[in-house]
């Protein structure tokens, strides 16, 4: 269980910009091939289920989760990014 922290917390720390381990090899290799290989594992599943365009959103979600990474680097605080965050999101 202890891998699985360490992997969740370095997949949030690094988003799809960084390296992952990946689950078969558990080597580092870039994170968008670790995603990619995760979808075309869980593919026949998601396509039973109805949910074949559910593997896209990881991806099209990165630019903001590493906007906030950003963010969250300069702001004075946990509180000062969020509220910047909310206030992007409202316009």
């Known amino acids: 269980m202890g891998v699985l922290r360490v992997a969740a ?3 949030g720390r690094a988003g799809l910009e ?3 381990h990946h689950p078969l090899t558990m ?3 870039r994170a968008a091939d670790v995603v990619r290989a995760l979808l075309t594992h869980v593919r026949d599943a998601l396509e039973d289920s109805g949910e074949e365009g559910r593997g896209s959103g990881p991806c099209r979600h990165e630019a903001g989760a590493r906007f ?3 963010l ?3 702001a004075s605080s946990l509180r000062a990014a969020v509220v910047e965050c909310a ?3 409202r316009g």
Request: charged letters at 35%.
């Open 27 to 29: 080597r580092p290799e």
């Open 72 to 74: 969250l680097g300069r």
């Open 68 to 70: 906030q990474r950003v």
């Open 87 to 89: 206030a992007r999101t």
């Open 9 to 11: 917390w370095q997949a």
């Open 18 to 20: 960084g390296r992952l």
